[in-house]
Nanobody, 121 residues
Framework: QVQLVESGGGLVQAGGSLRLSCAAS?????MGWFRQAPGKEREFVAA????????TYADSVKGRFTISRDTAKNTVYLQMNNLNPEDTAVYYC?????????????????WGQGTQVTVSS
């Protein structure tokens, strides 16, 4: 069983930055970040391979968000810059045993509890 614990959410003004962290127990997995705004479906944000050498991003965050990982600490990060109110959501960390980076939420096996990110205008 893998446990994922997110941290780093909060309230920030438009144009500001936040860094989310996701600490994982157990083995190294392909990791992803998703988000869900009120009344909307959960959507893909970014994913990173086990080694950290491959990443992929949603078009809406490309150039503003960066996913990275520290394999020694088994922790994944999401650096979010130039935030705007449309980025407001609960952000979830997810892990999957497969090697392929995928945007599908149902392909991920484990999920964190989520952390709220609120961007004010």
């Amino acid at each position: 069983q893998v446990q994922l614990v997110e941290s780093g959410g909060g309230l920030v003004q438009a144009g500001g930055s936040l860094r989310l962290s996701c600490a994982a127990s157990g083995s190294t997995y392909t990791m992803g970040w998703f988000r869900q705004a009120p009344g909307k479906e959960r959507e893909f944000v970014a994913a990173i391979s086990r080694s950290g050498s491959s990443t992929t991003y949603a078009d809406s965050v490309k150039g503003r968000f960066t996913i990275s990982r520290d394999t020694a600490k088994n922790t994944v990060y999401l650096q979010m810059n130039n935030l705007n109110p449309e980025d407001t959501a609960v952000y979830y960390c997810a892990a999957r045993g497969g090697l392929i980076l995928t945007v599908r939420p149902d392909a991920y096996d484990y999920w964190g509890q989520g952390t709220q990110v609120t961007v004010s205008s």
